[in-house]
Each structure stands twice: as C-alpha cells, then as structure tokens.
C-alpha cells in the first residue's frame, strides 16, 4: 500500500515550457487535491476534485490545469510555466469530505522554473 | 487578513520542556479544526483533531477557543522528534476546503 505517490520528486523548467505532474493513491479515495507551498505561506489549494471525472478551482487556478481521467490519478498540468510558479507541490486525498477526514499528501514535488 | 495566522517561532526548547503555541482563524463560522505536522522538506501528516471540549493524544493537548476564535497545542515532556513544523489548518465550511497557516516551528535541542 503505496498511499499517494507523486512523479517527479524534482523538476526544472524554463519559463515558456509545460509539463505535467502526477498524483496517483491506491487508498480508493474520492476526493484529490492540488497544493502549493511557498515559503512563509500556507498551503494554498489549487484544484481539487470530488470524484473521477470532476475537477473543480481551488483560491490559486490561474495557470494551471488538472483532469481526474481515472479514480486514483489526479494530473496538474502547468500551461506555460512562469519563475511565480517555481514551489513544492503536494498531491493529497481523502476517502471523505476534508471537515470529517484525515487529508493524506503525497511527498511533494519540488519545482524550479528560471 | 489571513484566514490562518500563526507565530512562525522558531521555539527553541530543551528536551523535557513544555512548549505551547496558538493559532488565530478569522472566520466565526469554522467548523473543523486540526494540527498537521511537518517534518524538514517532507509533507504534512495529520498530527491530531481539535475538539470542542478540547483532546489529549499522549503529550500532545490541543484546545478550542471559539469565543476568541483561537486553537492551541501543548507539547508535554518535549523529545528531540517533536522537532519540526506544526501547521494550524482549518475547515471554513462544510467542504472541500482547508485553510493553512504557515505553521510554528519548534527545535527540541538535547
């Protein structure tokens, strides 16, 4: 039981370019989310998703897009990546709704955009 | 105004010391209430819930003031592993949503 897994682990890009990250739990769990850390700040949520097939915005969408193709996989897609958007990203899921649920996170993947 | 608002710290404390730190949210109308842990570049864990009558878990007490609109966690008995970032996280409404703070760090020195 692997819990949430996130690919890469690191990351640099240029600004301009795209690239995708991945979240994948095998707890069976309906609800997924996308998180960004930045120094001196809360997690911020991104995207979230209630259910395979669902995506929703979090308070920080821009730039950003996600899909929810398959229950245990959860993609964050950056655009046209920007140096604002270099930060630890986590993955996380829970089996219920975040007020009665424990939030599991996946190892974060660090990224770097010069 | 920040939704979470927490003392950054650090708190710097022998082992064996109590340390006790709060956490301020903004909205009368939270619901939920916990503490997460996290360690140096690793991903937040779920160190307990935060009730309304307050809870124990071991060392580890947290408490609920509504009326002030503040939590709190007491750290009994520090060891040098209750060294790391302890992150004040809140439900504003009955869904999706969690709020972080930026967290306190404590240091547990030997």
């Known amino acids: 039981n692997a819990g949430v897994t996130q690919t890469p682990k690191f990351r640099v890009l240029k600004t301009g370019q795209s690239m995708t990250l991945l979240c994948a739990q095998d707890?069976?769990?309906?609800?997924m989310y996308w998180y960004r850390q930045d120094p001196g700040m809360g997690l911020r949520l991104i995207h979230y998703?209630?259910?395979?097939?669902?995506?929703a915005k979090g308070e920080v969408p821009d730039g950003y897009n996600v899909s929810r193709l398959k229950k245990q996989n959860f993609l964050l897609g950056l655009e046209s990546a920007a140096p604002s958007q270099t930060s630890v990203y986590f993955c996380?899921?829970?089996?219920?709704?975040?007020?009665?649920?424990?939030?599991?996170f996946g190892p974060g993947t660090r990224l770097t955009v010069l | 105004r920040k939704e979470v608002e927490q003392d950054p710290g650090p708190f710097n404390v022998p082992e064996g010391a109590t340390v006790a730190f709060n956490c301020t949210y903004s909205?009368?109308?939270?619901?939920?209430f916990f503490w997460y842990r996290q360690d140096c570049r690793k991903e937040p864990k779920l160190l307990m819930s935060?009730?309304?009558s307050g809870n124990e878990d071991g060392r580890f007490t947290a408490q609920l003031n509504r009326a002030s609109q503040y939590i709190s966690l007491l750290i009994r008995d520090s060891k040098l592993s209750d060294s790391a970032t302890y992150l004040c996280?809140?439900?504003?409404?009955?869904?999706?949503?969690?709020?972080f703070g930026a967290g306190t760090t404590v240091t547990v020195r030997a």
């Open positions: 996380a899921s829970s089996y219920l709704q975040v007020a009665v649920d424990t939030q599991y």
């Open positions: 707890m069976n769990h309906e609800y």
């Open positions: 998703s209630v259910g395979e097939g669902t995506t």
């Open positions: 909205n009368s109308a939270s619901q939920s």
């Open positions: 935060v009730y309304s």
């Open positions: 996280v809140v439900n504003m409404r009955n869904d999706y949503k969690l709020s």
